[in-house]
């Protein structure tokens, strides 16, 4: 990873702190099992975003304004000993991290007391990381929330500010090292599908389709940015369904919401295809529906928009499509609770969302949008009555006079889908 992008990411953050603060930053905690188990550490997003740093236990401390100059950017690490190397292998040396970072105070964890106690002492206002994703929902208590409490208690009377409230304007703005990485994680996630459409057919099971996609990504030093949806049939009319156990059979159409996660940046793909290869007239009918709304829909991301006039933009085409297929009558919409349309009852969930470093990812969508913001589009149509559902997820960088789509090169017309399908037979 180029260490100017965290370098520069560094700078924006300063540009927006108070005079006179510090920021604390600190990585996840590796999320515990049972007994002595535990799962992969997931890197902590902004301390990522700042330093590069994916390394467990690491904290970041900036204070553009402290009187030594060279506690104004420290990072601390986990001191490596030969026992931890022999269990866990190599961690980063103060060379190593500096490379990385571009951070030249790099320091080991058992200084973090007296510098912080040091820094603080000096400053007005202290900046803590909190997760203020809207739809989070937190059972645990993360390393962050943990920090907060324990320097509230030791330090009642500073001043306390949100980092989120910098963070997410920063990381919603993609630079174009970002977007590189987006593009390649994207590039790798149409790789699989397109294997993956090559590979399914009547019998397959659904993890087997599974199975597929993980090769392909773990070959290429990527992982799955979320627990796969791979869904036949009915199935995919559960929003989260992630089972992915059923057989898939003849006539079904197989959902998969499946993608990559590459140096941390997600890719967020959805298709749908038929499991023997050709899309029935009616399967064919609502597949076109939901393309026309998907390919309206990345057209409509424009600067200077509402999120929720996007939204309400393509409900009103789905709504329109749903007439059409016979899914709704002029007189259901003209009697509907405006509290809840008609449309809702075949689609249900937002348009699409923010993306980078996280999947849905953090960003101000009650801000209108800007150039240089990335989004889902994910329109669909879901028809539990028939047995099957359609939905179709590209990502978009908005553009100041184009957007791109960066799966534009991912098979998405029916007939492409087709062709694919039969030249894996
Ligand atoms: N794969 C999760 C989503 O589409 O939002
Ligand atoms: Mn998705
Ligand atoms: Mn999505």
């Not at 909190?130 to 390393?143: F, G, L, P, W, Y």
């Not at 409490?149 to 500010?161: F, S, W």
């Not at 979320?226 to 992630?242: D, E, K, M, Q, W």
């Not at 023997?276 to 200077?304: E, H, K």
Request: hydrophobic share 40%; proline share 5%.
């Amino acid at each position: 990873m180029p260490v100017e992008l965290f370098v520069q990411n560094r700078e924006r953050l300063r540009q927006l702190m108070l005079p006179n603060s510090l920021a604390v930053v600190n990585a996840n905690d590796i999320p515990p099992t049972n007994a002595d188990g535990s799962l992969r550490l997931v890197p902590n997003s902004d301390l990522f975003y700042l330093t590069g740093v994916e390394q467990e236990e690491s904290i970041l401390l900036l204070c553009p304004e402290a009187h030594d100059e060279k506690l104004r950017e420290v990072l601390f690490l986990r001191e490596s000993t030969p026992l931890l190397e022999t269990w866990e292998g190599h961690k980063l040396t103060k060379d190593e991290a500096r490379t990385l970072t571009g951070i030249r105070q790099i320091k080991w964890l058992g200084e973090f007391p007296r510098v912080l106690h040091q820094l603080v002492c000096e400053v007005e206002h202290v900046y803590l990381n909190t997760n203020e994703h809207k739809r989070a929902v937190i059972a645990v208590e993360s390393r962050d929330a943990r920090f907060i409490r324990q320097l509230q208690a030791q330090y009642p009377l500073h001043d306390y500010q949100r980092l989120a409230r910098l963070m997410h304007p920063l990381r919603v703005l993609k630079s174009n090292h970002e977007i590189a990485l987006l593009q390649k994680a994207c590039n790798i996630t149409g790789e699989a599908f397109e294997r993956v459409a090559k590979f399914v057919k009547p019998g397959v099971n659904e993890c087997e389709v599974e199975a597929e996609f993980a090769h392909e990504f773990i070959r290429q030093c990527a992982g799955f940015a979320y627990i796969p949806i791979i869904a036949s049939g009915r199935n995919a009319c559960v929003l989260h369904y992630i089972e992915n156990a059923a057989v898939c059979k003849k006539g079904q159409l197989l959902l998969l919401d499946v993608a990559a996660n590459y140096a941390n940046y997600n890719a967020d793909l959805t298709r749908t295809i038929p499991v023997n290869g050709r899309f029935t007239r009616r399967q064919r009918q609502v597949y076109n529906a939901v393309l026309r709304v998907v390919r309206q829909s990345i057209d409509n991301l424009r600067p200077g928009k509402l999120h929720k006039d996007w939204q309400k933009e393509a409900e009103q085409l789905i709504e329109g499509e749903l007439v059409g297929l016979g899914l709704l009558t002029l007189r259901d919409i003209k009697r509907q609770d405006t509290d809840n349309p008609a449309f809702k009852k075949h689609f249900m969930h937002g348009l699409g969302h923010p993306l980078g470093l996280d999947v849905h990812d953090v960003g101000f969508t009650t801000l209108p949008m800007q150039a240089g913001w990335v989004f889902t589009v994910e329109p669909a149509i879901y028809i539990p009555e028939e047995g099957f559902a359609v939905r179709l997820e590209n990502n978009v960088v908005v553009g100041e006079e184009k957007n791109v789509d960066l799966m534009a090169h991912i098979p998405l017309e029916a007939e492409e889908i087709e062709d694919l399908m039969q030249a894996g037979k």
